[in-house]
């Protein structure tokens, strides 16, 4: 059984920072491409960054890069979401995604995305 599990969320002041970390268990972690993605109250779900299988391809949302970055551990089977200079936009549910397959053109879609974590809330106060 796939079990993804985020971390990390919490409520942070705009201008601060979190780390997010997904521990993955029950795939090929190693041959996985990961993804985070994010969907604010009334909004419709969107990518946030993902990455491949040994981290040399990292892609993100837009305007996301140069304050967001993702990376992960393939010894640990997590993968993480550091956030810098967060904003109040920046609230939202954050769910980690695995693809267990090579990377795809669409990374940035939601359907290419078999396996899903339950989200962790985070909260930018202004």
């Known amino acids: 059984q796939v079990q993804l599990v985020e971390s990390g969320g919490g409520l942070v002041q705009a201008g601060g920072s979190l780390r997010l970390s997904c521990a993955a268990s029950?795939?090929?972690?190693?041959?996985?491409?990961m993804g985070w993605f994010r969907q604010a109250p009334g909004k419709e779900r969107e990518v946030v960054a993902a990455?491949?299988?040994?981290?040399?391809?990292?892609n993100y949302g837009d305007s996301l890069k140069g304050r967001f970055t993702i990376s992960r551990d393939n010894a640990k089977n997590t993968v993480y979401l550091q956030m810098n200079s967060l904003k109040p936009e920046d609230t939202a549910v954050y769910y980690c995604?695995?693809?267990?397959?090579?990377?795809?053109?669409?990374?940035?879609?939601?359907?290419?995305?078999?396996?899903w974590g339950q989200g962790t809330q985070v909260t930018v106060s202004s």
């Open positions: 995604a695995a693809r267990p397959n090579s990377w795809s053109s669409s990374w940035y879609s939601s359907p290419e995305y078999r396996y």
């Open positions: 029950g795939l090929t972690f190693s041959t996985s491409v």
């Open positions: 990455i491949s299988w040994r981290g040399s391809t990292t």
